[in-house]
């Protein structure tokens, strides 16, 4: 079993920056892809980047291409979402996800969660 803790959320102005970060427990993640979804108020969950086992391949959203970047810490069992140039709508809570596998499978279900963090942008 592994748990996932997201932190670095919080309010920041459009245009701003903000870094995430997802700590995992209880068995190492560094073997699996994992990726950070996001869920605005009543919008469906989306995979927002995601990063394979050895960080040799990312995935990112049309949204937030060029914007975001996903990167991983093997040592420090951490996977990090740096966003910059925000926007009101980068409004959502976002969770950090681990896919079970070696292969980075963006379309395939993610298998454990975070409890998510908050990221609100003002205009």
């Known amino acids: 079993q592994v748990q996932l803790v997201e932190s670095g959320g919080g309010l920041v102005q459009a245009g701003g920056s903000l870094r995430l970060s997802c700590a995992a427990s209880?068995?190492?993640?560094?073997?699996?892809?994992m990726g950070w979804f996001r869920q605005a108020l009543g919008k469906e969950r989306q995979l927002v980047a995601a990063?394979?086992?050895?960080?040799?391949?990312?995935y990112y959203a049309d949204v937030v291409e060029g914007r975001f970047t996903i990167s991983r810490d093997v040592a420090k069992n951490t996977v990090d979402l740096q966003m910059n140039s925000l926007k009101p709508d980068d409004t959502a809570v976002y969770y950090c996800?681990?896919?079970?596998?070696?292969?980075?499978?963006?379309?395939?279900?993610?298998?454990?969660w975070g409890q998510g963090t908050q990221v609100t942008v003002s205009s």
């Open positions: 990063v394979s086992w050895n960080g040799g391949r990312t």
């Open positions: 996800a681990a896919q079970v596998g070696l292969v980075l499978r963006p379309e395939r279900r993610f298998d454990y």
């Open positions: 209880g068995r190492t993640i560094s073997n699996w892809p």
